[in-house]
């Protein structure tokens, strides 16, 4: 069974920083296109960032500069280093892993950015 399990959601302080954490399933992951994407109150999901198997990146254009993704193979793990944090950041960030094949998604952990 395929699991796509996020971690390192919370609360931050404006200006402040978060890394999460997205594991998923080893059969997978190296094959895949691994995406952050959030989701707040009222709002439709959006693209944060995303990661394809070869390392080409893509950001949506609120997160340039400030936000960086990566993946590590060898722990079939994806990370988003989130920095200068804003209260409009505030969301549930959720992981997915696609491919031509497949297209998985995790639960979901919650980012709060407030003072």
């Known amino acids: 069974q395929v699991q796509v399990v996020e971690s390192g959601g919370g609360l931050v302080q404006p200006g402040g920083s978060l890394r999460l954490s997205c594991a998923a399933s080893?059969?997978?992951?190296?094959?895949?296109?691994m995406g952050w994407y959030r989701q707040a109150p009222g709002k439709q999901r959006e693209l944060v960032a995303s990661?394809?198997?070869?390392?080409?990146?893509n950001y949506a254009d609120s997160v340039k500069g400030r936000f960086t993704i990566s993946r590590d193979n060898a722990k079939n793990t994806m990370y988003l280093q989130m920095n200068s944090l804003k209260p409009e950041d505030t969301a549930v960030y959720l992981c997915?892993?696609?491919?031509?094949?497949?297209?998985?998604w995790g639960q979901g952990t919650q980012v709060t950015v407030s003072s």
């Open positions: 997915n892993a696609h491919s031509g094949f497949w297209d998985y």
């Open positions: 080893g059969s997978i992951f190296r094959f895949s296109t």
């Open positions: 990661i394809t198997s070869g390392d080409r990146t």
